[in-house]
C-alpha cells in the first residue's frame, strides 16, 4: 500500500478530539499507511529565522510543518487566498480585492511548500493536497520533477465560469489544475462549473469517465461530496459532555423550543439574512413569539480581514434590535455567542435544539448540516432548515429547503419546522440519516482515494508545460 501525503494550508493532529472529524478521518488513513500530513504550522516568523520544516510524530503519522514570513503570509494567506479566490469563489465579487501583488505571494508560499515537500517524499507515494490556498501545488511540484500521483479536493464552491473569468489570471488558476491526475468537487454543480469552464475558455477535450485533456496533460475530474464521521459524533453525543450540555438546555428552556445556527462568523453564512428571517418570523406569529428562542454560535474567524469586521457589526447591531423589539424581562429571541463552543459541547446543544438554521448564501457542503442530524434523537428529532445553496442540498432532499435571501419564505420555514408533527420529523430525519451514513466521511476519502489510484499515472504524468 503507498504511503499517504496530506498537504493543507494547515494541519491538525488527528489524536486530538477538538481537530474535529475531517481530521480524524484522514488521521485513519494516514495512519493506515504511516503517512504524512505537510502544511503551514500557524506561526509567522522573521524571515532570517529561516524556513526549515519542523516535524513531529502523532502515533505513526509524521506532522511536517513550515512557518511563513510575514510577507509571504499577508499576501498569501490573507491577499489572495482570503482576500481573492474565498469571496470570488463564494460568488462575492464585490468584496474580492484585487491587489495585484498578493498574487506573486500566493505563488511564491506554494513555490516554497513545494520545495520543502519534494525531498520529503518516496517515489510511490500518493498525495492528497486540499483547498483552494494550494491550487497551483501540484504544478509547482511537477516544475521539480515530481512524478506521484497527486489528488486535489477543494471543499468550497466553483463558482460558474462567468464568475472565476472576473479573477485576474483566472487561466493560470485552472491550467494549475491539469497538474493534477484527480481533481475533486463537492457537488455536481460544481462539477458542471469546472467542465464548463476548461470546454468554453481552455478548449479542453472531454474524454471518457470524466478525464479531460488540455495543455499536454488530462485530468480526471469528480464529485465527492464530504461526509462526517457519523458514529465518531454519535459517540460524541453519548459522552457526558454532551449529555451534559442537552440536560443542561433542555432544563433552561424548558417552556420553549431552541432553534440553533453555528457557523464561522463569514459573510458566506448568511447571518445577516437569518435574523431578518427569524425578526420577520416574530413578527408575523405574535402568539408564537415567547415560546421560541434562537442560539447563534459565530465562532470568531479570520477577524484581520475587514469584510469580516463589518459584518461583525452588522450582526451585533442585528442582534441587539431584535432583542430590544422583541424581548421580555423574561424572555430574550436571540442568544448571540461571538466565541468558539468545545466541540466535545456541540452534540448536546445540536440535540437539545428543535430547529436547526443552516442557510449560508453559498457553501461547498456544510457539515454542520449534517452534525445536527447525527446529533438527533430518532424518537423525537429536530428540523433542518438548509439553504438550497449549500453543497449539502444536492443530498440532503428531505430538509426544508429555503432560499436565504428570502426573507419571508424563510420565515415561514421556520414556523412550519417548529410546528412539524412528529411523524414527518421522523420521516424526514430517517431519509436523511441514511444518506448521511451511505456516504459518510469514510465514503469521502475511499472513493476519492479509489479515484486517484485507478487514475492513468503515465498517461496524465507524460509531460508538463511550466506554469
Ligand atoms: C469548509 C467549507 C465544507 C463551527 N463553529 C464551531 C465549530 N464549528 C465546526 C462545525 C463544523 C465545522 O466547524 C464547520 O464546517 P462547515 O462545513 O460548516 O464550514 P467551513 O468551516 O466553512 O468549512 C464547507 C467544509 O470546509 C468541509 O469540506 O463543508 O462548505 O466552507 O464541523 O461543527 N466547532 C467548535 N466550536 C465552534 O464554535 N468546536
Not at 282 to 293: G, M, V, Y
Not at 354 to 362: D, G, I, Q, S, Y
Not at 384 to 412: C, H, M, W
Not at 438 to 457: G, I, K, N, P, R
Request: charged fraction near 25%; hydrophobic fraction near 45%; charge should be negative.
Amino acid at each position: 500500500m503507498s504511503r499517504l501525503v496530506v498537504v493543507s494550508n494547515r494541519i491538525a493532529d488527528p489524536r486530538k478530539t477538538a481537530a474535529g472529524g475531517l481530521a480524524v478521518a484522514l488521521g485513519e488513513v494516514l495512519n493506515n499507511t504511516g503517512g504524512m500530513w505537510f502544511g503551514w504550522s500557524g506561526k509567522i516568523v522573521d524571515a532570517a529565522e529561516g524556513d526549515d520544516v519542523q516535524f513531529e510524530q502523532a502515533g505513526p503519522v509524521r506532522l511536517a510543518t513550515v512557518h511563513l514570513s510575514q510577507v509571504d503570509h499577508d499576501a498569501f494567506y490573507l491577499g489572495y487566498s482570503n482576500g481573492v479566490l474565498w469571496p470570488v469563489f463564494h460568488y462575492r465579487l464585490d468584496l474580492a480585492d484585487f491587489d495585484a501583488g498578493y498574487i506573486a505571494g500566493y505563488r511564491r508560499v506554494n513555490q516554497l511548500f513545494a520545495r520543502k515537500l519534494l525531498p520529503l517524499l518516496k517515489p510511490d507515494d500518493v498525495l492528497w493536497v486540499h483547498d483552494y490556498h494550494l491550487i497551483p501545488l501540484a504544478a509547482e511540484l511537477r516544475a521539480l520533477g515530481c512524478q506521484q500521483r497527486i489528488g486535489f479536493f477543494l471543499h468550497i464552491p466553483l463558482p460558474p465560469p462567468l464568475i472565476l473569468a472576473a479573477i485576474p489570471g483566472h487561466d493560470w488558476l485552472i491550467r494549475a489544475l491539469f497538474a493534477y491526475d484527480l481533481v475533486g468537487f463537492q457537488s455536481r454543480t460544481d462539477l458542471e462549473h469546472f467542465e464548463r469552464y476548461v470546454e468554453t475558455e481552455a478548449h479542453a477535450q472531454a474524454l471518457e469517465d470524466g478525464r479531460w485533456r488540455a495543455f499536454g496533460r488530462t485530468v480526471k475530474a469528480g464529485a465527492f461530496p464530504i461526509g462526517i464521521d457519523v458514529q465518531e459524533f454519535d459517540q460524541l453525543t453519548h459522552a457526558p459532555e454532551a449529555m451534559e450540555m442537552y440536560e443542561r438546555m433542555k432544563r433552561e428552556y424548558s417552556r420553549r423550543k431552541l432553534l440553533v445556527g453555528v457557523d464561522r462568523l463569514d459573510y458566506s453564512k448568511g447571518l445577516p439574512q437569518r435574523m431578518r428571517a427569524f425578526r420577520e418570523f416574530l413578527q408575523k406569529n405574535p402568539d408564537l413569539r415567547q415560546s421560541a428562542t434562537l442560539i447563534q454560535i459565530a465562532s470568531p474567524s479570520r477577524e484581520n480581514v475587514s469584510a469580516y469586521t463589518d459584518l461583525l457589526h452588522e450582526l451585533e447591531s442585528l442582534c441587539g434590535a431584535i432583542n430590544g423589539n422583541f424581548g421580555e424581562l423574561d424572555w430574550m429571541p436571540v442568544r448571540y455567542i461571538h466565541r468558539t463552543v468545545a466541540r466535545a459541547r456541540l452534540p448536546g446543544l445540536f440535540r437539545a435544539s428543535r430547529v436547526a438554521l443552516v442557510t449560508p448564501l453559498r457553501d461547498g457542503m456544510n457539515l454542520v448540516a449534517k452534525e445536527y442530524l447525527a446529533a438527533q434523537n430518532a424518537d423525537d428529532p429536530g428540523v433542518l432548515i438548509l439553504s438550497r445553496f449549500a453543497g449539502a442540498a444536492e443530498q440532503l432532499k428531505e430538509a426544508l429547503l429555503v432560499n436565504p435571501y428570502d426573507t419571508e419564505n424563510t420565515a415561514a420555514a421556520i414556523l412550519l419546522a417548529l410546528q412539524m408533527p412528529v411523524e414527518e420529523r421522523r420521516n424526514r430525519h430517517q431519509a436523511m440519516m441514511r444518506t448521511i451514513r451511505a456516504y459518510d466521511v469514510h465514503w469521502w476519502c475511499d472513493s476519492f482515494l479509489d479515484a486517484l489510484a485507478e487514475t492513468d499515472a503515465e498517461e496524465s504524468g507524460a509531460s508538463w508545460l511550466r506554469l
